[in-house]
């Protein structure tokens, strides 16, 4: 799994710009590390790669909005008018968990009550 292909893909995930990624670049290196410990094998092909580094963006993308995730209000009423949102962090959460659960070929399960998300 190549760096610079996790930052590219977490750039299109977060929807940030590379200056603002730049602060996050330790995130990015972080969920490839924790991807990195899971891989069942010590070779992969290209496709094979560029799908882990998907899963290791959308892990860095989870962090980040968890980060990220401000007072948590899911709702907000004034009078008539009612604003309800899927969090951000729920939404990273859910598209992590569709990620994974494509690689999960490649990687080992997470099998430690010390992980940094659960399911």
């Excluded at 069942?40 to 989870?62: D, F, G, H, I, P």
């Amino acid at each position: 799994m190549i760096f610079s292909e996790v930052i590219k893909n977490f750039l299109t995930i977060s929807g940030i710009d590379e200056k603002e990624a730049n602060k996050w670049n330790f995130m990015c290196d972080f969920a490839m590390n924790s991807i990195n410990l899971r891989l069942r094998k010590s070779e992969y092909t290209r496709e094979e790669n560029s799908r882990l580094a998907v899963a290791a963006a959308a892990l860095a993308y989870y962090y980040y909005a968890a980060d990220n995730s401000g007072s948590g209000v899911k709702k907000f009423s004034a009078g008539d008018i009612t604003i309800e949102n899927e969090s951000t962090v729920e939404y990273a959460k859910s598209r992590l968990k569709i990620i994974e659960q494509s690689v999960s070929d490649l990687l080992y399960p997470e099998k430690s009550e010390f992980a940094f998300y659960s399911f």
